[in-house]
């Protein structure tokens, strides 16, 4: 007797929790609101772990592409952490460089294997510091932009409006390119020499004085060229595949290896369709670096579409796409780890704040 009491209480409190976490206009579970703080550590810890993933995948390209065309003194080239392209200046004489270390590697693994045992596991995450100073705030700005705006968005026109995340994935993305802008440049600085907090005061007050304040976002059109459609493309593909897997499994919810797959097919078609756009700002910023360490008084004006008419001219429209696998093998498993991560993270902060509205 006691035992099917103890029974009907349990199977009450159930429904009683079941009734209290309903919605009563949809008649659906209640969604446990996740807050901007959650959503900011959520990202913060996708944005290290990408990094952390991505990063000895460039390291090693970077490795290779030394190792056959030297780097000399003055020579630029892109490092990515997963998150974002940052443009290396090669200053240092010798071998002291990480990307400069002697390797006589026959590919991809033997890099791999041959940097592990000779110079240590700590290799393959060189020049990551630097970057994560960057990468790290940028993607916090923008996915905890982009959840929020969803949410406004939704509140304010239906549910299940395919342009939300369309609208929140440019404004989001706009937001975050061009607060990050100005540290690119002066992150950029940085690495030619190594400046005070006082030197690097004088130069920034230079600029602004000679050029004004909008000289800090030099590099900024091609940038958001790049990566405002990108991500436009990137949410609405990434919703509309994780709502079909969804479907297709039959599940209310989606799991970790739908956000994984949804993040990495989503990234991917965003790659391709934004590759002349990433051409272009590279050419760009390595155009806006000669200029500036050759102290070329003659400002430099060449537009984004000047610069891709060069680049069909010289080289065919398959110039816009320079260097599309090595971009596809970084960006893939990138927007796969973050995003799946991200979404880890806060279906953790929701579970605890459910307890807490139960407690």
Partial sequence: MLVAETSTAKMLMIFLLLV?????????????????????????????????????????????????????????FVYSNGLMDHLCVCEEEGNRAWYKKPGR??????????IIRNEGVKSLWSGLPPTLVMAVPATVIYFTCYDQLTALLKSKLEENESCIPIIAGIVARFGAVTVISPLELIRTKMQSKKFSYKELHRF?????????WISLWRGWAPTVLRDVPFSAMYWYNYEVLKKWFCVKSGLYEPTFMINFTSGALSGSLAAVATLPFDVVKTQKQTQLWIHESHKISTPLRMSTWA?????????????????LIPRLIKIAPACAVMISTYEFGKAFFQKQNARRQQN
């Fill in 105 to 114: 590697f026959q590919g991809t693994l033997d890099a791999f294997l041959k």
């Fill in 20 to 76: 209290k976490n309903m919605d009563p206009e949809a008649g659906g579970p209640q969604i446990i609101k996740v807050t901007p703080l959650q959503q900011m550590l959520a990202s913060c810890t996708g944005a290290v772990l990408t990094s952390l993933i991505v990063t000895p995948l460039d390291v090693v390209k970077i490795r290779l592409q030394a190792q056959n065309n030297p780097f000399y003194k003055g020579k630029c």
């Fill in 204 to 212: 920034v007050s230079k600029k602004v004085s000679e050029d004004g």
């Fill in 307 to 323: 610069i891709m008419k060069n680049i069909v001219a010289e080289s065919g429209f398959s110039g816009l796409f320079t260097g």
